[in-house]
């Protein structure tokens, strides 16, 4: 089969690159992203459940902190 020179190439534009976060998308943190876009802390909080992928909170937020902090203590 040949190829039908009218259709454009996949990589013919080139404006089609994606900015990457500048700053960590849990509220009221402006900290510089080290891994999955989150700074280190909420990286934990990540980890644990305590905000999702978009940095928001979940509805069970302060039980699972509370959770997060006995665990802290306890590693302590």
Do not use: I
């Not at 454009?8 to 876009?37: E, I, Q």
């Amino acid at each position: 089969m040949a190829k039908d020179k009218s259709a454009p190439s996949a990589n013919a534009n080139p404006s089609n690159v994606v900015a990457l976060p500048t700053r960590c998308p849990v509220d009221g943190c402006g900290k510089k992203p080290s891994r999955m876009h989150f700074c280190d802390e909420h990286f934990q909080w990540f980890k644990m459940g305590l905000v999702n992928r978009k940095g928001e909170k979940p509805k069970d937020f302060d039980k699972k902190y509370q959770a997060y902090l006995r665990k802290l203590e306890k590693a302590a």
